[in-house]
């Protein structure tokens, strides 16, 4: 499968504290992208990272991407209550097609 | 703002029928997926399509096809539902990225079928 891997699958912390997932993909990438899922409803886009990126940010959120060990992390600072949610990473691949490939999810959870 | 609009939120069918979930989108998107979630399996593509009266299969195509005779709706068939196809099914469109758009997936609410 071509199926990407977030680690960990679940992740509970404090408000007020970082929360990073992490994800790992097996080809080569044109870009990564990043998902939030409130529990029950679709997906929404957070932020893409491009193949020739390092690092990006969006307000409190931080993403990496090393090509090299073809993973990526998502980084919330200062968490709330209200980021709990599932995050995917998604991975278009190179090879001309338009299919992006999601990975399982981590399940975040942020106690008031 | 994009709307990708699908037509059922909840659906209950029996085994054995023929079933169409129907995705809209509006903002003239070449690009439309079907992709069903389960738990710890994440999303898995179904079909996408890149134009109209295209199609490519994805990665779990079988018991399923699909129909794209306007820009703007993807239909989901499943010609005789089974069990095994309960499940959340989630429609999405893009541009096709490059010079048009970032190709973010947009994504509409979700249709959950169970299969009695």
């Known amino acids: 499968s071509q199926q990407g891997e977030e680690d960990p699958q679940a992740l509970s912390i404090q408000e007020g504290e970082n929360a990073t997932m992490n994800c790992s993909y097996k080809?080569?990438?044109?870009?990564l992208q990043w998902y939030r899922q409130n529990s029950g409803r679709g997906l929404v886009h957070l932020i893409l990272?491009?193949?020739?990126?390092r690092e990006k940010h969006s307000g409190r959120l931080r993403v990496t991407l090393d090509t090299s060990k073809k993973s990526s992390s998502l980084l919330i600072t200062a968490s709330r209550a209200a980021d709990t949610a599932s995050y995917f990473c998604?991975?278009?691949?190179?090879?001309?097609?338009?299919?992006?490939?999601f990975g399982t999810g981590t399940r975040l959870k942020v106690l008031a | 703002d994009v709307k990708v609009t699908q037509s059922s939120r909840y659906l209950v069918k029996r085994t054995g029928e023929k079933v169409f979930l129907e995705c809209v989108q509006d903002m003239d998107h070449e690009n439309m997926f079907w992709y069903r979630q389960d738990p710890g399996l994440g999303l898995r593509l179904i079909y996408f399509?890149?134009?109209?009266?295209?199609?490519e299969k994805g990665d779990i195509p079988e018991g399923y096809s699909v129909s794209r005779e306007k820009k703007e709706r993807f239909s989901l068939i499943l010609e005789s539902a089974s069990t095994n196809q309960t499940s959340m099914y989630l429609c999405a469109s893009s541009w096709p990225g490059g010079g048009r758009g970032t190709g973010e997936l947009f994504f509409g609410e979700g249709s959950r079928l169970t299969v009695l």
């Open positions: 399509s890149y134009d109209v009266k295209m199609k």
């Open positions: 080809t080569s990438i044109n870009n």
């Open positions: 998604a991975t278009r691949f190179t090879s001309g097609t338009y299919k992006y490939i």
């Open positions: 990272i491009r193949s020739n990126e």
